[in-house]
């Protein structure tokens, strides 16, 4: 771990040094358009440092805050760091310090804490670095670029377990291997499928934002928003597949006028047609019964005995019994599988979480904190309304759309799972703030 700290602290350090020497260095948003390419790589490749597992964007996020700060101090000189939702921040700040105090596995929780403020402070960073059109532009390209390995690494992963290729060179976890449903459930460079699931909305959110922005479609965002849509279903995530109907279903009735038109009809069902053939062509491929237990699945047909679903639903009872008995401000973050173990920290299940953030928050943080990540994320919605009815921009109108759009898919999807410290959602948070801000100050085409 010594050896991976004085790398990573040299680093730091070296680049530090040519920022203060360099001024073609001295502009952070380089390392921000890094950070976007390198949002899905959570898993590979990363190292594992005593039970921490060390990721790309850890090392350029350090650097990042570090090239900010120093342009704030040395070239902006500006003390102050104004931000639309740092109210609610603050308060979401407060109620983790607050839950610590209730905290039996403290030093669990002061790890989450320490982990959480640096993807916060990451949003912050990153809706202070975004102060032109180019900036967006080049952030949304490299996003683009990004989704397109994501999903090409995705399909490989789907092809290479079907002709029986290594897990060394799918990239696969052996969980989500054919082993388990007799084909596999992508993953590419995440965690899970779900944290892939809920990756995608961000390019897909980019790409909404250009299809309804008057302007002409590249054919590789065509491909590439289909590619994003048949990955999302290989994943089998349903808090993904239903996070991405809810958002589609809201955007549909935003622009209802554009969609329902023939020419629209005829390529929304083509569209829908290919993607779902090409998912029932790819599982038929894997022999009989692939697509029933697809289906099985995806309807939540183990609801009643699947380990995944009785597991969340067991979770959400706790967290919602633990919450009565520290109401406001929870039992400390981190500590829920605690709960479980006796707060054992030798058995595994100390580890356990909720699978529902919104819940967690409420066990591990109690009303101030799920109040304030609510409040948080109502700010941002609203001033997204405020931005869309301000511009005359449809570039930035279609785009603040597109982008709170995603930003309520994943939002849904929060309903599956619960990490609060995800440094794409936190990066994307600050894009959303950025792009609202040159919405409101756009008044021309």
């Not at 650097?63 to 070239?75: E, G, K, Q, T």
Request: aromatic share 14%; glycine share 10%; charged share 15%.
């Amino acid at each position: 771990m010594q050896i991976y700290l004085a790398l990573l602290l040299g680093i730091v350090g070296l680049m530090c040094l040519y920022f203060l020497r360099s001024k073609t260095a001295r502009n952070p948003f380089a390392f921000l358009v890094l950070i976007a390419f390198f949002l899905p790589f959570e898993r590979i490749p990363t190292v594992v440092v005593n039970d921490f597992t060390l990721k790309i964007n850890h090392i350029v996020g350090i650097i990042f805050l570090v090239f900010w700060f120093l342009d704030r101090a040395v070239r902006r000189k500006e003390k102050f760091i104004t931000n639309p939702i740092a109210i609610p921040l603050l308060l979401l700040i407060g109620s983790l310090f607050l839950s610590l105090t209730h905290a039996q596995l403290l030093s669990r929780g002061i790890i989450f804490t320490v982990q959480i403020l640096f993807t916060i402070l990451l949003a912050i960073a990153t809706n202070d670095s975004i102060m032109k059109k180019s900036h967006i532009d080049a952030i949304e390209r490299v996003i683009f670029a990004s989704a397109w390995v994501v999903v090409i690494f995705a399909l490989w992963q789907f092809i290479g377990d079907l002709i029986g290729l290594p897990w060394s060179l799918t990239g696969l976890d052996v969980g989500f291997s054919k082993i388990v449903f007799g084909f596999p459930r992508v993953q590419a460079f995440s965690k899970e499928p779900l944290y892939l699931a809920n990756y995608l909305f961000i390019p897909m959110g980019f790409l909404i934002g250009s299809f309804f922005s008057g302007e002409k479609i590249a054919t590789h965002k065509k491909w590439l928003l289909v590619g994003i849509c048949v990955v999302i279903l290989l994943t089998m995530s349903r808090g993904g597949i239903i996070g991405f109907i809810a958002a589609g279903g809201i955007g549909t009735l935003i622009w209802a006028k554009k969609m329902f038109t023939i020419t629209n009809f005829f390529i929304v069902t083509f569209g829908a047609m290919a993607v779902i053939g090409a998912v029932y062509g790819g599982l038929t491929l894997y022999g009989d019964g692939g697509v029933q237990r697809y289906v099985e699945h995806i309807t939540i047909g183990d609801i009643g005995q699947g380990e995944s679903t009785v597991s969340r639903l067991g979770a959400v009872d706790q967290s919602i019994d633990i919450w009565k008995e520290h109401p406001v401000i929870g039992i400390g973050i981190g500590n829920f599988g605690g709960t479980q173990t006796g707060f054992d920290m030798d058995d595994p299940r100390t580890k356990n979480i909720v699978n529902n953030e919104y819940f967690e928050l409420l066990a591990e943080t109690g009303i101030i904190g799920l109040g304030s990540f609510l409040v948080l994320i109502g700010v941002v919605f609203v001033r997204s309304i405020r931005a869309i009815h301000a511009t005359t921009s449809f570039r930035y109108r279609s785009l603040t759309i597109g982008l709170s759009l995603a930003l309520f898919g994943i939002l849904v999807q929060y309903n599956f799972f619960s990490t609060l410290s995800i440094m794409y959602i936190w990066v994307f948070i600050g894009v959303v703030l950025a792009v609202q801000t040159l919405a409101l100050k756009e008044r021309t085409q």
